[in-house]
Every structure is written in structure tokens, then in C-alpha cells.
């Protein structure tokens, strides 16, 4: 006869026991709400409908955000199980570090904070837009978020690098045109920061036109930023693609190990005195 | 003696049998007539050309509309011949929720739509655009269409996750643009659905230039999502880079199963004791 | 004693024969000589210079065009020599519809032509520009343009199906905003030729900016037209990857393949028995 | 006993020695100055407040400037040890036609340059910018720098060609659309040379839209330069990809090099007489 399972448990298989059917009545029911708010801060957005449905706007945030803290308070309680830990303490310390709490916590904060510091409503609507983060979770669960996930990770250093060459770029882009172009129009380019609109606009190819060289020498140099532009579009894709590749390939050579263990792990026959013998070494063909 | 073959068997030889001489006949008119369509909607895109020539287009479009049905219903009778299926009922079933039925099917709706139900005259005149998309039947027998679409559905999901990353990155930029940059420019951002205009422009690296933040803060927000917009072209362009290396190795792998099998199952002689033997285990090296 | 070069032999050897140092010199002259009539082209384009040296200008042209005309002429001689033809009628034949010759001649027809027929002067200015398509005869003897052209060629149906599926995704999206936004901007989107231009700017993400969907609908399709774009991008760069990376893995096996031929036509030691034998059986090991 | 450290050496380990912690410190030190230029160039283009703080500015410059000078002059005194060469004159020259040493060299000449010659001002301020470049040594250090390296430098001559199709198509575009629309809008394409401002802002798919076609053969030409500007785009992203691709392969086939001849340099059984036999000759199966 089994005990009687903890009420912690209880609530651990409701809402974070991927096994179990009411976590997935949970998780959907979550993922409505994350929805739900998305849609209402993009409504809340018209004047008009806003200034109609204010007190409605306001309760539908409020019963949010007690949703939440609820779900924050109940993943507190379950987090020994979570993280398989027998020290309540060090599994709360790892739940209160873990990449979901953070983005949970910052998605309730902008509701509780003006209770604790006065605060710029500007700032505070602001604030609010980190409800949408919690868009990011409910890609949890795929597979391919994993692969993704593990292809750029494994490239981290080359895409950092890029991403460093690429600011570094943009600096030397900025600055160069500012001193090119400075003089011609001093209201496009009135100081570097403003020039570095200009270079991140062409570098990354989007080109919005409203700031743009006029002397040849700056269409010149910015000719040549735009080539350079089309490189830095072209390094990482190069760099991801490998990525995507190399997994691949480790999958592959995953499987391939599996069924050279099989094949040599058999008896066979010796093609010469008839015996029946066992191969002993298994050699290793692990290629790519 | 074979018996005279049913006359559904010969409308099949002449319209779906890839093998006769009638069916490659009847494509290439069929194509021809989706092509002329085709350039009826764009000449009657003029209105002076419209007004002169309406009982024209009107008269062509009818002819076009009564081949395009006889088409269909021919093709229902020969179901049973194209699915190799017993029983016809199954046989077209299995067409009438093909691909193929449902592109015909879309294309001649917009005729006989006003017939049923009293239609928006302009709303009709959009629907008439369905027939266009009878173009991409014109890709149906080529085999890179289809080494195409094995690579791009055998990375379904890592493509399907990159849209939906991209559409969250869309909807978190365009929201948090609209916080940003709704105050200096309301009539450039006036909601968020509007700044989602401004969203994909920038995230898509098209940059048409009619909106655009005017705050630095708003600048460097869009400076960032710039250059998360060249991740976003970088990450399905790597994806569907390992999709081809991989459908192209998969290729070569099943052509060197086939070379191995010839070579082991030869006959050889023993390097010891100079008999001939037969290989009897084809070994496995498949890699990659 | 050898007998003395023919006349031919020896044109050939100056003009068209790599080894020769003679062949190198004549070269460098052409391709100078084509460098500086594109810099004359570009110079002739201001107007005030063009007035001031249009007789020099002018003799420059006749004097590059015979120099021109006199190369093909040689070149028809020694045809013979270059495509290593007995029949004298066939090389020349050969050599008529060969890449080179049409180049060369287009490059010239636009001084011949107003001798023969009486032509637009705007349009026969245009033409000239044919010369400067002698600038991709400089890429002749590279042996990186083999590579990159080998890749290209090998992968030629899936480029044209993706040109093509481009060119339909062009029609379909030009056709489909004409209808969206002809009401509200009838200037922008007068006819469906004119929103073509919309599409391609868009469909390539380059993004004039010069015309774009004010309306919702219009600008909800136009958000997804430019997602598709980005795949438009996605997909020429995804399989030109896969190309070069094939090109590049030949070359590797041809290499293997011949390091595994050497090893295993080598005498070697059999370990059991101590004798010499010979390995007579070269199994293939050719992979990817 | 070991004889007391030359001076030289003594300063080579604390600014060259990549093991000494001084050397660490040192170039923490510099690294940091670097940054500081950057932001001092930054904030310099702020007029008023260059005004305010002209002398600080001046200052901070000189100070700079004389740091940079006895760095490289440190450097010429320890290039005996850096290039581990005996004859103190070669080392010296060594260094003097390095990387390092030029962009040393030109980040302090415009400090230098008035000194010796009479100089534009407007000029001379953007020669100041050369101190940015000194940006790039920040990483020279790295690991990923150099795979990056290598990846680019193994597929220089297809990166070249690439670029040299680019600008041959860059002059082709131009040229041809100064022709096509220079009568139609003389201010937008006056000459040739301008006409290539709007081919570089197509081809590299900007589209910043100062300058666009107008008349429809000008739209035509202009909407299939932009579909060959995706090509453009889309070969240096395939080559990086394979390239990246391959110095991977390498890496692994190096690792499986190694592995390889771990096993084969075991003894083994032979499966015929059950002597134990050290296989002698390493079998190469070196694939990819």
C-alpha cells in the first residue's frame, strides 16, 4: 500500500509534471492567459478603446498578475521536486536563479513596483511591455527549440564575434561619415551617436532613407560600407549554417556508433576455417 | 485478345497519364489557358483596355471558367484510375480533398459564387485572383519541386519555430516601439498594431522608410532589432542550407549501399589460403 | 629538322595559345584596352567633358573597334588551331557559337550597326553599352570562376525553379496589392504592372520606399509578403551552400581515392604467414 | 646560476609576454586607452560641448598620443625577442612591415603629420580617425578570430571573385541605368558615376530610395538588377558556409587521425590462429 502522496506533490504533478494530463490542462490554460495579455496590452494601445474599457483593462491586468504570483508562489513550493533535491533550501535557490523565474518575476514586477517607489507612469507603461516576455515560454516544451538552441550555443563564441566585429563596424562607419558628411548636412549627421543611425541602417541593409550622404566622397565611402554590410549579413548565416550541419551530423554519427556496436558485437563466420568466432575489438570508423 | 478499354480508362490516358502523348498535349494547354488568364488579370488591370475590351474579357473569362469545370469533373470521373482505389466512392473522396482539387476548385469559386449568394462587388473582384494561384500547378512534374520540398519538409519544424520566433520578435518589437515612440510621433505610431508596420519593415530588412523612430532611445531600440532582423534572415537561411547538404547526402549514401553490395556480394580470394570465397556478411560503413 | 611554323600556327600562338609569353602580353594590352573603353564610357557622361573632347572621344571609339573588329578576324583564322579541328569549316562554325565570339561581336555591333540600317540615336546609344560586356571576358582564365561556375551549374534546375518560383510570388503579390490598394492610392497602384514595382522591391527586401500599402489589409499583406521574401532570400543562399560544399567534397574523394589506390597497390606483409601478397581487390570506400 | 634578465627582456615580458601577468596588465591598460579615444572622437563631435572642454580634449589626445609613441617604440627595442630572431636588424624590420606595427603606425601619424608638413585641417581632423582602427587589435587575441581567419582566408579567391562580380555588376547597373533614366530625370542620374550611388544602395538590397527609376523600362531593368542583387548576397554567405563547413571537417579529421592510430597501434588477435600480431602498416581511411 502506497502513502498518501504530499499536497506539495499533489500541486508538483498539476503544474510542472510533464507526464501528467492536468500540468497540460495547466500549461494551456497559461498559455491562453500570456495570450490574452499580449492581446490586451496591443487593445489598450487605441485611446478610444481604452478611455470605453479602462476599468475593464485594469481588472483583466489585475486578475493577471494575481494569476501569476499565485503560479510564482506554487512553483516556490514545488521546486524540491522540480530540481530533484532533497535540501528545500538549495532547490528554491535554484528555481529563484533559473532563466523561467527571472522572466516570470520581471513580468509581475511592473504591477507591484509603483506599491514600493514612486515611479514615472511613462516609464511604468513601459514597464509593462515584460508581461510580453513571458511570450518566450511557451516555446518550452519543443524539440526544436533544443536543436536551435544547441546549434547557435555551440557557435557562441564565432556569432559573439561577429556580433563584435559588426559593432565595431558600426563605430568605425558612424564616425567615418560624420567627419565625411558632417559639413554637407549638418542636420543629418549632427554629432557620431546620430551618424550611427545612419550606419546601422546600411549595414544591416534595412536602408530607411531619411538619412543618406549627398557629397560623392560619402557616397563612396558609404557604397563601400554597404558591400561591407552585405558581408555581415553574410557571416553569420555561414557560421549558423555549419552549426545546423555539425548537430546534424553528431546525430548521425550517434546513430552510426549504435549500429557498428551491433554488427560487431555478433559472432560470424570465418570465411577460412569454418570456426564460429566472436570479434573482440571493436574497431572505431566514428567519422564527421 | 484484350477487352476495349472503358471510356473513364480513356479520359484517364488523356488528361492524367503522364506516360501518353494526349495527357502531355492537354497539360501544355491547360497551361497555356492558366497563363492567358493570368495575363487577363493584368491587362484588365487598365481601365481604358478594360472599358474597350469588357465584352472580351468577359467572354474569355467565361470559356475559361467552363474548361476549368469540365476539367474538374473529368477529373472526379477518373479518380479511380489516378488513386488505383477499388472502390470509386474512396477514389474521389481521396481527390476531392487532394491539393490539386482544392487550387481548381478555388480558381472557378469566384464565378459561380455571386450565383449562390449576393457578394461585395469589389470583394468578388479579389477573389478573381484565385484563379492565379492555378500557376503553381505548372511546378506540379518537376523533380527539383520536389528535392525542394523534401528539404524544406524534413525541416518543417525548425522552420516553423524560426516563423514563430520571428512573429514574437515582431509583435515584442512593434509593442515596445509603440511605448518608445508613440509620444514624439502619434501620427507615425498612433497603436500597435500600426508600429508592427514599422516592425516588419525593419525585421524583414526592407526598410521602405515611411516610419521610423525620430528619439534616440527609439533609434537605438530599432539599431538593435536591426541587427536581430539579420539573425532572423540568417537563421531559416542556415536551416534550409544543412536541409539540402542533408537530402544530398542522403543521396549518396543509398548510391554507395548500393556500390558496397555489388562489391561484397563478388566473389574474392582469401589473401591466406588462396581459395575463393564468397563474402556472406555485407558489413555496414554507411556514414554521414 | 622541324618544319617551319604555318602563318596561322604562329597568330595563334601570339593571340590564343596560354603557355606562350606572347599570348600573356596580348592579353593584358585587350584587357587594358577594354578597362579604358569603360572609363571612356563613364567620362562621355558628363556632358560638359563629352562637348569639350567629343573628337577625341569619337576617335577612341573607331580606334577600339577596329582593334576589336581585327581580333575577331584573327581569331576566325586560328580557330582551326584553337578548338583542334581537322575541317577547317567546323572549327570556324564552332567557334561562331561559342560564348566568346558572341561577346566580342555584340561588343561591336553598335558601331557597325547604323551603317547597315537607319536607327534610333538614343537607342543606338544604349547599345554601345554592349561593350562594356567585354569586362567578363577579364574573368576567362580564373580558376576560381570554374569553381564557382561549376557549383552554379550543377545546381541550375533548383536556382531556375527557385527564379521562377520568385517570378510567380512576384505576380501573385504585385497582382493581389493592386487589387488591395488600387482605391485607396490609384496614383501609387495605377495598374498591375505598376505594383509589380512594389513587389520587387519588396519580394528582394531592398525597400525603396517610393511606394507602399497605407491601408490595413494592405499593409497586413505586405507584412507577410516581406516574411516570404526573406525565404525568397533564404533559398538561393541555402542551396549555393550546398553546392559549394558538394564541389568542394568531390574534389576530396577524387583525392582519397587516390591515396587509397596507392596504398592498395602496394605490396604488403600478411601477417599470418609472413609471405608477400599482393592486394588484387581494391574495395571502394568512396563516401559523401 | 642563471645571469640576471637582459633589460630588454625584462621589458618584452611585461608588454609582449602572453604568459606574464604583466603583459596582461599591460594590455588591459592599453585596451582600456583604446576604448577611451573612441569615446573621446564620440564625444568631440559634440560641438558645444568640445567648446567646454577643448583643453581637456587636447589634453587627453597629446597624452594618449605620447603613450602610443613609447609603446611602439618599446616595441621596436623587444622585436628580437618577439620574432625570436637573432640578428637584431632583420627583427626590427620584421616588425616594421607588420600588421601590428601599420596600424600602430597610422593611429598616431595625424599627431605627427602637421609637425612635418603643412596640412588641411579638415582633413587632418579625419585623419584622427585612424586611431579607431586600433580597435582591431582588441581582438587579437582570440580563439574565434582565428577560425573566423582562417574560414575566410582558405576561400579568399572565391571571396575576391565574388566581389569582382560584384563591382563589374555594379558598373554594368549603373552605366545602364544612366543611360535608361538620365532623360527622364537628369537630376537624379546626371552621369554615370552617380547613377552608381543608386546601383550599390539596389545591389546590396539598402534601398535607401533617394534615387529610384521612374520610367516603366527603367523600373523593369531595375526590378531584375535587385533579383541579381540577392544572388549577389547570396554567394559569399554560400562560400562562408562551406568554408566554415570544411575548416570544421578538418578539425575533425585531425581528432579521427589521432584516434585511428591509437587502435591500430594495439595489438590484436587475429582471428585465423589466435596469435597476438601488431598490425604494422597503418591503413589511411582519411575521409572528408
Known sequence: MR??????????DVIDNEKDIYTRIFDAFMMGL??????????????SLY?????????FEKVSVIIFTI???????VAEYHYNEKRTFRAVARYLVSFGFIIDFLAILPFYLPMLISIDLRFLRMLRLLRMIRLFKITRYSESVRSLGDAISERKDELLLT???????????????????????????????????W????????????????????????GAI???????????????????MESLAKKKARQMQKEQEAIFGQQCTCPNCGE???????????QN
Chains 1, 2, 3, 4 share one sequence.
Do not use: C
Open 71 to 77: 503560479e510564482i508562489i506554487l512553483r516556490v513550493l
Open 3 to 12: 502513502s498518501p502522496r504530499p499536497w506539495r506533490k499533489i500541486i508538483y
Open 199 to 222: 550606419a546601422v541602417a546600411t549595414l544591416t541593409t534595412v536602408g530607411y532613407g531619411d538619412v543618406y550622404p549627398i557629397t560623392p566622397f560619402g557616397k563612396f565611402i558609404a
Open 51 to 59: 478611455n470605453t474599457y479602462k476599468a475593464e483593462f485594469e481588472l
Open 163 to 197: 556580433a563584435f566585429l559588426g559593432l565595431m563596424m558600426l563605430f568605425l562607419s558612424g564616425t567615418l561619415m560624420y567627419f565625411v558628411e558632417h559639413e554637407a548636412q549638418p542636420e543629418a549627421f549632427p554629432d557620431v551617436l546620430s551618424s550611427l543611425w
Open 276 to 286: 564460429k568466432i566472436m570479434l573482440e575489438e571493436t574497431p572505431e570508423f566514428s
Open 226 to 244: 554597404a558591400f561591407l554590410g552585405v558581408g555581415l549579413v553574410a557571416l553569420p548565416t555561414g557560421i549558423l549554417s555549419s552549426a545546423f
Open 34 to 47: 500570456i495570450t490574452l495579455n499580449v492581446v490586451a496590452i496591443v487593445l489598450s494601445s487605441y485611446q
